[in-house]
């Protein structure tokens, strides 16, 4: 079955860039839409954004201006840019498959099917 | 935008059953598909209900959704509990621009 997996640096310093990917294995990129949600330690889920696999993005408007989500179909991954961290961006980061009701431009109403584990990064110098 | 409100804690007894509610702060429930999402300690989360009220393969029939337009409000109820029902759970929606809403999370002790 697919599965996903983060991997990325576990601390990153303040006002630089937060970079994590995300590998898909067990399936194709192909055909799905893929998201990135974040969770700060001991608080609630907060979508960051998701991306389709021919590369058309939605973004969380709160982050909007910091972050950048790319799809590499060729290595079956996608990847999370955050620039200008601080202490606040420390959470921990999961990618998820998002499936359902979503069409070639947008995601209406899907749900997330399938969830990485998660990687920790804190932002500390 | 709008808000996702959830109850920051719900307990219940194994065998009854509770429900966790999640209201829309402006703009119809039903105007766009509600999800939950079961996270367990130190887990990744996982779905439980899909599109206000369908179950993923694999998720007992002890869970269920709905929403009421009455009060704009979307709910999961669990019926038979059991302590590994012990968890967070999170409802979820979206947007006019197709962006994703998060609620708060309510947190479920079985004791």
């Known amino acids: 079955q697919v599965q996903l997996q983060e991997s990325g640096p576990g601390l990153v310093k303040p006002s630089e860039t937060l970079s994590l990917t995300c590998t898909v294995s067990g399936g194709s990129i192909s055909s799905y839409y893929w998201s990135w949600i974040r969770q700060p330690p001991g608080k609630g889920l907060e979508w960051i954004g998701y991306?389709?696999?021919?590369?058309?993005?939605n973004y969380n408007p709160s982050l909007k201006s910091r972050v950048t989500i790319s799809v590499d179909t060729s290595k079956n991954q996608f990847s999370l840019k955050l620039s200008s961290v601080t202490a606040a961006d420390t959470a921990v980061y999961y990618c998820?498959?998002?499936?359902?009701?979503?069409?070639?431009?947008?995601?209406?109403?899907?749900?997330?099917?399938?969830w990485g584990k998660g990687t920790t990064v804190t932002v500390s110098s | 935008n709008f808000m996702l409100t959830q109850p920051h804690s719900v307990s219940e007894s194994p065998g009854k059953t509770v429900t966790i509610s999640c209201t829309r702060s402006?703009?119809?429930?039903?105007?766009?598909?509600v999800q939950w999402y079961q996270q367990r300690p130190g887990s990744a989360p996982t779905t439980v209900i899909y599109e206000d009220n369908q179950r993923p393969s694999g998720v007992p029939d002890r869970f269920s959704g709905s929403i009421d337009s009455s009060s704009n409000s979307a709910s999961l109820t669990i019926s038979g509990l059991k302590t590994e029902d012990e968890a967070d759970y999170y409802c979820q929606s979206y947007d006019s621009s197709n962006q994703m809403v998060f609620g708060g999370g309510t947190k479920l002790t079985v004791l």
């Open positions: 402006s703009g119809s429930i039903a105007s766009n598909y």
């Open positions: 991306i389709y696999y021919s590369g058309s993005t």
């Open positions: 998820a498959r998002v499936t359902g009701y979503c069409s070639s431009t947008s995601c209406l109403g899907g749900y997330m099917d399938v």
